[in-house]
């Protein structure tokens, strides 16, 4: 494994995020029409999956790619796949789950096919391979089961299935963290296209609200807030996107920095994208009455679960360092402290406000909470104050 070559993102595997683009979008789309509690938490069942199928792919490629033209064909499967899925999430979770249940399991199965291929192509790292084609498999097999079931037994055993696919990965990956390790490079680089795209559809709901509506100075400035509070989380992400996580795993085995780094992405891509959709609420509300609590409590627990989730990112960043008296290192733990701080505030402004606000005093606030991470940071980084032509 040439883990320190440099290497970027292929053309195939850019073409592979548009499908996931759609599936995010038909999700936000989901979240937009039911706000509520039951609608948020539907919202966070279809997505968990939707991220999986995704992240095992980025694994393998980062592992395993190559771009021949099996590898090209088996890609087109996963796309038609997850094409099928996107079609079945807006009743994913009613008439059309056992549909969903099949798709997942589809582009499970390919995988494993996938694994199996490398496996044999790569006599040492068959150990690994064997290993993650066995507990995919079962996996697929289980939501495969899952479709001719009713629910809510069906929605059980997807739960199942969900365990041994985050399971699998998790009892090896101290095993072959030396020898198979995920790219310093194009792991980040991979993760780091899946939140622009995130972070794109969420801005998209702003730009709807705006285009489809009768324009009015606080729409407007609602529309340029929101824009705001995707420009700062964007900063905020970016800004610790170095492979310090995946190096200290290779180096030093911080297994437990790796696996949280990587796990925290679930509620961040979530929360982008629960955040585009109340950002849009916002935009869309009559500016001169008060938000619903549903609203307000989306608004909040969205911005504040992207806060939380960038603070961890931030805060694993910090303890990759292989010396702990880094200042940089330090830095960075200071600004998850205060990007953690910021988020619980944030909750707690919620809660203060659900009686009543109206939608651009609330997003003002969001705003505020977002632009001070960047305040701090660039307080902290002289280079962003200073630019060097």
Known sequence: MELFKERHSSWLENFYDLIFAIIVLQLSINLNLDVSVNGFLSFVALFIPVCWLWIGVAFYATRFGTDDMTHRFLTLL?????AFM??????????NSGWFALSYAATRAILVIEYIRAGKHVPTARSLTNRYSIGFSLSAVVWFVSAFVPPPFRFILWIIGMIIDICTPLLFTKRFSTQFAPHIQHLPERFGSFTIIVLGIAILGVVNGIATHEWTIYSMISAALGLGIAFSLWWIYFETVDGSE?????ENKKLGVYVTW??????LIIGFTALGVGVEHIVLSNQSSVLPTSEIWLMCVSTSICLFALGIIQVTSAMSNLEPTDSKGVQKYREGICSLGTAVIVLMVGAVLT???IPIILIAIMAIACLGQVILDIRRHPHHRNPKF
């Open 78 to 82: 996963q796309i038609g796949a997850s």
């Open 86 to 95: 996107a079609v079945n999430i807006p009743e994913g979770l009613g008439k």
């Open 246 to 250: 995946i190096r200290a795993l290779q």
């Open 262 to 267: 990587l796990y925290i992405h679930f509620p």
């Open 355 to 357: 009686n009543g606000v």
